[in-house]
């Protein structure tokens, strides 16, 4: 909850606290509503979320599994390499074929995630991620990286 922004908004920090703001908010629903879920489910980080709240992984395990997950994208990310950044608003055809323009066989990149009709995240080389963010940023979407 305190320090810089730039420091916060790391994956290693983001995923944890994610992490424990879910298994939160699972347990406080317990707490107050009591009906036990026949089926949990989760997407991506989320499915920590869920192992936890089924009981198939401890918080604690879990908790060291998504804080190296976080450092291992983290390393991935400052090698220059490869990277990730969430699209919202933007049309999925637009999205498609600034990807198609801007994929090259040494700097791939594609669409990851289709988190929903309204979001969806960008994954592949730094250079070309950065191309297509840079494209939907001058056109007004908002881009998370």
Wanted: aromatic share 8%; charged share 15%; net charge negative.
């Amino acid at each position: 909850m305190e320090g810089p922004i730039s420091q916060l908004s790391r994956t290693s920090y983001t995923q944890p606290a994610l992490l424990t703001i879910s298994v939160i908010a699972f347990r406080r629903y317990m707490h107050d509503v009591g009906i036990i879920p026949e089926f949990s489910a989760g997407h991506s980080l989320g499915e920590y979320s869920a192992l936890v709240s089924s009981g198939v992984l401890s918080f604690g395990d879990a908790l060291r599994v998504v804080q190296e997950r976080g450092r291992f994208m983290e390393e991935a990310s400052e090698a220059g390499v490869g990277c990730m950044v969430a699209v919202r608003g933007a049309d999925l055809n637009l999205l498609e074929e600034l990807c198609d323009h801007y994929a090259v066989t040494s700097q791939p990149i594609t669409i990851a995630c289709y988190n929903s009709s309204y979001q969806y995240v960008v994954s592949g080389h730094h250079a070309s991620v950065a191309a297509v963010a840079g494209q939907l940023e001058q056109r007004g979407f908002q881009i998370t990286r």
